[in-house]
């Protein structure tokens, strides 16, 4: 078995194509099979090699790796359509020279025109076939005194096309609705329903799973591989995958690519297994799953052809179980950009070890709390930076905030840096000393230490902030906070 995914670089990845590149991927991977990627960068205009890279990447941190590419190699290539043009050439010849294809000189006036006449006419926006019948002598003399042509595909009269779809079951097409598709543009160019043909045919591809807005394409290919003596693969076309409005998924909707939920913060194998749920079901329920399991019971049988709703909530809540299952170790490594980029006093955030440490200290108060990795630099931005005019007009507000202050203050005196042990036992002794108990005595604690009303539980948050103070130079520790306001 043998699949395919084969973007075009003319942008970010779409977490659509996403979801089209993990099922091929688990299709190939669950049967033993090749994964290929093959890059269709005929689009000159809008084709660019940092869009290709960036695919890739997107693609490596998915954890889609490939078998066959246009940087690994492998038995067919090249990988990279722009480097295939010789190959096009050779079997538009073939089909021109077996009367499969003919010139067409008509102008993009002439085209559009036709188009709008049939619009009006409540007809099928088609090809009229003007140039079907110029004698070939004639076409290749009109070429050779420099007239610009498009080579087209005879689309036989009046029979039908079918095919089997591996979602959606025998899907039947008259070629009275269907026009004769150019191949080849004026410039030289293959077009998509010829160059795929040739490249699927060639590169020895079984199955093609891809999205339902290529079902009109495919009766067209299957005449090119019928024309061609080709046999064509399975095909699985997906639903496409909506927004909330039952829209298809796009901007307006928030983030659509896999680069941008990358940058808010999601863990790549959240992401996969939400995508992988998207038009498909394991059968029995489980939504968390690693992506060896879904590639061992993936199957095409249990793909839908009902539309996708892309959920962002959903999404966020599996991110979450995904972040807390997470090893912290890696979780620091995914989490040190955010703070970086957060810009969080004491900056620069780096990979020293100091840093490290101070991340892997306040990873606790914010993982099971946010959803995005995004989300935790201001999470625990209370541990970092502490504004002693707002902790003061905080404590000053509380009914016995200066004396629990005091009390508490006189406690921790005695202890080091503060555990949750010793932050307990300090409590105990404010408690003793003041006769004030529950929200009376932890409220203006957590207000004196955090600036902040709520927050993490204090059991938790105070022995960080004791143990970053003593990783990172500027980040006052909970003594120094409380002399700060006694002062």
Sequence with gaps: MRLRFAPSPTGLLHVGNARTALFNWLLARGQQGAFVLRIEDTDTERSTRASEDGIRADLQWLGLNWDEGPDVGGPYPPYRQSERL???ARYAQTLLDTGHAYWCFCSAEQLEQERASALAAAAPPKYSGRCRDLARAEAEARRNAGEAAALRFVIPADRDVTFTDLVRGPVTFHTSVIGDPVIVRSDGGPAYNFAVVVDDALMAITHVIRGEDHISNTPRQ??????????????????????????????????TSVSEFRARGYLPEALVNYLALLGWSP???EELMAIGEMARRFGVARVSHSSA??????????????MKACDPERLVEMAMPFFQRAGSNPGPWTLDPGPRAAVSAVLPLAVGAVDRLEEIPERVKFVLEWNR??????VAAEADGQKVIAAFGDAIAEFGPLTKESFRAAATRAREATGIK??????????????????????LAIPAI???????GGVPSCAVRIQNLRA
Excluded: C
Aim: hydrophobic share 45%.
């Design 222 to 255: 299957v005449l090119i591989y019928e024309a061609l003596g080709l046999t064509p693969p399975a095909f699985a076309h997906l639903s496409l995958v909506m927004g909330p409005d039952h829209a298809p998924l796009s901007k307006r909707h928030g983030a």
């Design 389 to 394: 005019d707002e902790a003061a007009r905080l």
């Design 283 to 285: 059968g029995d329920g």
């Design 466 to 472: 004791d143990q970053v103070a003593g990783l990172l």
């Design 309 to 322: 709703v892309f959920d962002v909530d959903k999404l966020a809540w599996m991110n979450r179980q995904y």
């Design 86 to 88: 010789d190959v096009y």
């Design 438 to 459: 529950g929200k009376a005595l932890f409220h203006p604690i957590r207000v004196a230490l955090t600036g902040m009303e709520s927050g993490p539980e204090l059991d």
